[in-house]
């Protein structure tokens, strides 16, 4: 037995969890080998989907057309195994379009009517909403309390959504005309907002030849829906140290304009920092990424590494930090660098 494995059973840690971390560690790199079939690049913006998935929440891809986003994310469901929809938002997008509606259905032989509920797409595990802030507030909101609740009202029913369910949203940051931004209070459901970048020189002559040529292989299946709901179960159960509690209360208090813990530099560039939300997804977040490398304990630098996803969006520079081109990431990244890592956090 390794000293690794002994340490973490001393600390609490069953057989199951320690088993449960071992095989995610091999999951993940047979995953990205699967979308390797498919996606070139973008390691970072995959590792990113998981820890979410496996946090049981919800991230939205941000990135300009053509960087294959709609397909790494139906290509990703292949290899979780799971049932896939894809929701395109437009303007004319009804709630009832993504939800369901309730229609007159006749019983062939009694000939008696009753209503019967007719599911919308959002009944599937991996929902992938296409340009969310394309479609109006109300079917905005509609999906947001869908994500939420993990429930549809239609008729005063409740009909209670897929297990696991996650919603991965798109959102195009070049094009504003014509779309409803989504307000702070409803961008605050997204766990992460992740960036999805150009591909470097050499990956980019790598897509070329990849699309140019011959059929990819079909990725295979990696993980199934129960697996996925035991190591959700084994991120919660994660200890984490107090010192890694207080680095991420500290991350999040120090956004804060109002309150004495916050930087100056923050007063300076932030209108609003984050909320409690922000260091519960830290602290999940941190979570998860540890089990992902395999690791048996919670590290600060694994909430350092999550944290510019979870603030890109629950921080909002100010016309000052605008007016000097600094970013919710370059403001990010100034935190990361000025609170220390260590087990004095006052």
Excluded at 29 to 40: D, G, P, R
Aim: with cysteine.
């Amino acid at each position: 037995m390794s000293t690794a494995i002994h340490n973490e059973r001393a600390a609490g840690i069953d057989d199951a969890d320690i088993q449960a971390v071992q095989n995610l560690r091999t999951a993940r790199a047979t995953i990205k080998a699967e979308l390797a079939k498919v996606i070139v690049g973008q390691e970072q913006v995959i590792d990113e989907i998981l820890i979410a998935i496996f946090c049981r929440s919800h991230a939205l891809l941000v990135g300009v057309p053509g960087l294959a986003k709609t397909l790494m994310i139906s290509t990703l469901a292949q290899t979780l195994q799971l049932a896939f929809k894809r929701i395109q938002f437009t303007p004319d997008l009804m709630p009832s379009d993504i939800t369901g509606t309730e229609v007159i259905y006749q019983d062939p032989a009694t000939h008696e009517r009753q209503f019967k509920f007719l599911k919308g797409p959002i009944f599937a595990n991996i929902i992938l909403a296409d340009e969310i802030n394309r479609t109006p507030p109300k079917t905005q909101a509609a999906m947001l309390e869908a994500m939420q609740e993990r429930k549809v009202t239609v008729g005063g029913v409740d009909h209670k959504l897929p297990d696991p369910f996650f919603v991965l949203a798109t959102q195009n940051p070049i094009e504003q005309e014509g779309t409803y931004p989504l307000p702070e209070a409803q961008l605050d459901r997204f766990m992460f907002m992740i960036q999805v970048d150009y591909p470097s020189a050499a990956e980019e002559r790598a897509i070329m030849k990849m699309a140019s040529g011959a059929g990819a292989d079909r990725p295979q299946a990696v993980l199934t829906g129960e697996d996925i709901l035991t190591l959700q179960a084994t991120v919660k159960r994660m200890p984490v140290a107090d010192h890694v509690y207080a680095y991420a209360e500290k991350l999040t208090r120090v956004t804060r304009i109002k309150t004495p813990e916050a930087l100056d530099f923050c007063r300076k560039w932030l209108t609003w920092g984050a909320g409690p939300r922000a260091s519960i997804n830290l602290i999940l977040g941190a979570k998860a990424r540890a089990i992902l490398n395999g690791q048996f304990h919670v590290s600060c630098e694994d909430v350092a590494a999550v944290a510019p996803p979870i603030f890109r969006h629950r921080i909002i520079p100010n016309f000052a930090a605008q007016s000097e081109g600094v970013s919710a990431d370059d403001i990010t990244r100034k935190i990361l660098a000025t609170i220390p890592m260590d087990r004095k956090l006052d």
